[in-house]
Each structure stands twice: as C-alpha cells, then as structure tokens.
C-alpha cells in the first residue's frame, strides 16, 4: 500500500510541477516564515536524523528565487519525510526524487535557456538577463541544498545499498551544468548590451568627476546603456533566501602604493588582497568574499584584513584569510591590538599557506568547488601569486553511458571505475607584486596560459631600473615579452599613483602590440 501511495502521490506531484512551471513568470516571489523553517531545517544538514532535534538556519548565503523551485523544494522535504518514517521505501523514494529533479531540470531549460516561455501558459515577451539571473540563482539554491537531501537519504539506508545514490549525483550534475549554461547566456546578453553602448562610451570623460542622476531620471554626463539590464540582474542576485551559494563578481580593481584598492574580486567567491583603502570594504562584492588570498605583508596588500573582518563581524559572516607563513605573527600581534583598541573581540579565520617538501606551495581549497595553488614570485618581501582552478567531476566513461541505475550500480559495488578523471580547469592567475623575471620561472609558465591574467603593472614610463630596484613590474617587460600573453583577458593593476585612468590608457595604446591591447586594460 505504501508504495501504490507513493506511486500516486509522485505522478500527482510531477504534473503540478509542470503546470506551475508552465505558468512560471520567472521573477521572485515572496518566502512567507513557515516554508523559510522548512528549508532552513533541510540546509541544517540534520534535520532527518533519527538523533536530530532538528537544526536552524543555512549555510549563510541568501537568495532570491522563483515559486517553482520553492514548490520543488516542498516536494522533496515530503518524499524525504515518507523515506523517514517508511525506511524499506527509501529506494523507491530516492528513483523518484531524482525523477522530480531531471524534470524540473529538463522543464525549465527548455523554458528559459530554449526560450519556450514566450509560447508558454506564461506568454513572456522576451526572456531578459532578469529572468535569466534569478532562474540562475534558483539552481543556485536546489544546488546548495542537494548535498543535504542526499544525507538525509544516507542516514536512511544501509551502507552496502548507498550506490542508489548515483543517480542522484548524475542529477546533480545535470543542474551545475544548467546553472554554467545560464550564467554563459547572462553573460552574453550583457556583453552585447555594452557593445552596443561602445559609441556612447567612447565619448565619456572618465577623468571627470561623477555627477549625480537628477530626479527626472537624466544625468549630465555619464553612461546609461546598459545600466538597465545590469541593474536588473543585479536586483535578481541579491539577498532574499538562505542558505549557502556562489557569488558571481568579475571584476579586477588596483592600484599603486596609496592610491586605493588592490584587491582583485573574481568569480568564484574570493578577494586577493586586502589594501589600506577602506572604502573598497563597503562594497556589496567585498562583503560576501568567502575568502581572502593574501599574496604578502605589505600594507597595501594586507592592511585592510582586520577590518575587513569587522565589517563582515556585524553581518555575521566570517570568511577565510590565507596568508604567507612569513606575516602570522605580526598580523597576529595587529589583529589582538585592534581587539584591544576596539575593546571587543574580532573573530578572523587565519590559515597559513603551507610549503611543501619540492621548494614550493601545497595547492588548497578556498570553497568546496575552487582550487587554490600558490606559486613564487620575486618581490622585496617574501611574496606569492595563486592560480585558482574549477573542479570538473568526471562523467561516465562512454561505455557505461547507456547502462541502467541497477547496472552501475553493480559495477560500483564490484570496483570497477565507471567514471573519467575529475579534471582541473585553470580560470585565474593573479600575480600580487613581482619583479617580471619571477614570472618567467620554467614552472610558472601557466601563468601566461590562464584564460584571466591580473598582473601588477606599477610603471608605465621612465627607466626599467626603477622598477627592478623597487621589485615591481615595468610597461618594458611587457612589451618585450607580448608573444607570451596567450591569455583572454589580461588585468593591469596596482598602477603608480601618478598615472591617471585616461594617461595609463593612452601610454598602453601606444606602447603594447594591438593583440595584446584588445584583450587587456588598466
């Protein structure tokens, strides 16, 4: 009887599903307090543990999303409740939480992504970067919440029939790609949107002041091309749901000494360095960093961290700092003297970069899904640069591609590997401060290879010896060395105080070979 039951209640569930998704308009709905208990008491991570009294709250990151993954949620929480207090079903529950999901999958993909909104019961008029953001952050939701559905569905089932599982990982995989998808079209929309305001953008006066908007909406110089689109994205990734995700900030920011921030904010939830320019710690970006990499102790790279961690003290939220071995004990000795000045305690989550027994640096995980290695570089101080990798999880060996859950599940249990290597995928490269010579190291040679390459650029003009003697990076090495850059993207930072925006551009354009010109900036 209870299997009949569940086999109702599943085909009666798959097509309210699809209706609401059907009729989904793609923008937030409102979480009333009961159903936030709910998925607070899922991202607990205990909440279906026989030993559990239940848990509160998430992981700390919020979001804004759409009835239908709401609804998806309130879907599994009532087939994990069936798996709790029905054990011998929790097979048949797990085959139909993994339906449930690759519909929900599959549905909005074809809505959004396939653009089938726009004939849907919904009729959209155009799927907008809008839409695409919170159907983004809506993954991002289900995403951070399956590592504890699937725990829940552990506790519930003996070890040896665990390989059931598989096919959820499998789902799991299905959406981190959906999820790459829509952030890849987010991106493309935006990116056209700015290329048509270029015309606009060439006639702008960077070097001028900013004017405030006034009230009839209008402005006295500025840019407002693609302001809308942005803006509206941005109102779709802010807070509104926990628990945990990724913060999706791409955006490289430097400059020389006393001249403002170095801090490079990324993709992947991560600040690099910490500069004395205090008023980069009041941007949202700077403020949901998971963590801070530190490449030396100087104050323009490190000076900001204890504050940084204040700040962050006062929305409850605490991220990492990685920081050289070499500036423990005097970062140390300052945090404990601001605690004293402050007269309350700062909590600060230090861990040192570590050596290991080759001369270099042992690589560590900055989130669950970023590979951190460091790499040596040559500077007055001792220093280092990262590199920061994505994880890609194997996928099935082709051979094994058409076989059923209960085959794989077979081979599992008889040791035979089923799946392709994970495989390391470099993203980033920043460099912190170093003589050029210090990337030129045989075995830093990714570091031109990178698709993103932030590097410090502290002199444009004047002569190279300057440069070598203050161990910074000269405009000279650069050109002399341009056939290396193979890289997409190249970021200019850390630039001497007495360049200007407009200057520093105007010597680049002039100096770099137009390859290397179209694809870096200051």
């Known amino acids: 009887q209870t299997r009949a039951f569940l086999e109702y209640l599943h085909e009666s569930y798959k097509n309210r599903m699809v209706s609401t998704l059907d009729n989904e308009r793609w923008v937030q709905c409102d979480v009333v307090a009961e159903r936030q208990r709910e998925i607070d008491r899922l991202a607990s991570g205990k909440a279906f543990l026989i030993s559990s009294n239940g848990g509160s709250g998430g992981e700390g990151a919020e979001y804004r999303v759409v009835w239908s993954v709401l609804l998806l949620v309130e879907i599994i929480l009532s087939y994990l409740d069936i798996a709790f207090h029905f054990p011998p079903v929790t097979p048949e529950v797990i085959a139909k939480i993994v339906d449930q999901v690759r519909l929900f999958n599959l549905r909005t993909k074809q809505l959004v992504l396939g653009a089938q909104a726009i004939q849907s019961a919904a009729r959209l008029k155009s799927i907008s970067a809008k839409h695409l953001a919170i159907t983004g952050r809506s993954l991002g939701l289900f995403i951070a919440l399956l590592p504890h559905i699937r725990a829940a569905l552990v506790a519930q089932i003996p070890p040896k029939h665990q390989v059931l599982l598989t096919e959820l990982d499998r789902v799991s995989q299905d959406l981190f790609e959906h999820h790459t998808a829509i952030v890849a079209k987010f991106v493309s929309i935006i990116g056209d949107t700015i290329e048509a305001s270029v015309v606009k953008l060439r006639q702008v006066d960077w070097d001028r002041p900013l004017v405030p908007t006034t009230h009839h909406g209008g402005s006295s110089g500025g840019v407002d091309g693609p302001h809308h689109e942005s803006a509206a994205a941005s109102a779709a990734n802010s807070p509104a749901v926990p628990p945990a995700a990724a913060n999706s900030n ?136 990262y590199a920061l990798y994505t994880i890609r999880q194997g996928m099935l060996l082709p051979q094994f591609r058409e076989l059923t859950s209960e085959q794989i599940s077979k081979l599992r249990i008889d040791g035979i590997s089923i799946k392709e290597p994970d495989v390391e995928q470099l993203e980033i490269v920043y460099t912190g401060d170093t003589l050029f010579s210090g990337l030129l190291r045989p075995e830093n040679a990714f570091v031109f290879q990178a698709p993103i390459l932030i590097m410090e650029l502290t002199y444009l003009d004047g002569k190279r010896e300057k440069a070598i003697d203050k161990t910074h990076v000269h405009l000279d090495d650069v050109v002399e ?42």
Request: with cysteine; charged share 20%; aromatic share 8%.
């Open 250 to 385: 791409a955006n490289g920011n430097g400059n020389g000494s006393g001249s403002g921030s170095n801090t490079a904010a990324m993709s992947c939830e991560y600040f690099e360095d910490m500069s004395k320019n205090i008023s980069t710690l009041h941007k949202p970006s700077t403020f949901s960093a998971k963590a801070v990499l530190v490449t030396h102790g100087h104050i323009d790279h490190a000076g900001c961290c204890i504050n940084h961690a204040r700040g962050l003290a006062r929305k409850n939220k605490s991220p990492t700092y990685f920081i050289p071995s070499t500036i423990v004990e005097p970062l140390t000795t300052a945090w404990h003297a601001y605690e004293a000045m402050n007269d309350a305690e700062i909590p600060m989550d230090i861990q040192v970069v570590q050596a290991d027994d080759k001369g270099g640096f042992l690589p560590f995980f900055a989130t669950p899904n970023i590979l951190v290695r460091p790499f040596h570089t040559e500077h007055r101080v001792p220093s280092h640069g």
């Open 481 to 522: 060395h341009a056939e290396r850059f193979e890289n997409q993207q190249v970021v200019f930072v850390h630039l001497s105080t007495k360049y200007s925006a407009s200057m520093a551009l105007e010597i680049l354009r002039d100096r770099l070979p137009s390859g290397l010109m179209e694809r870096s900036g200051p």
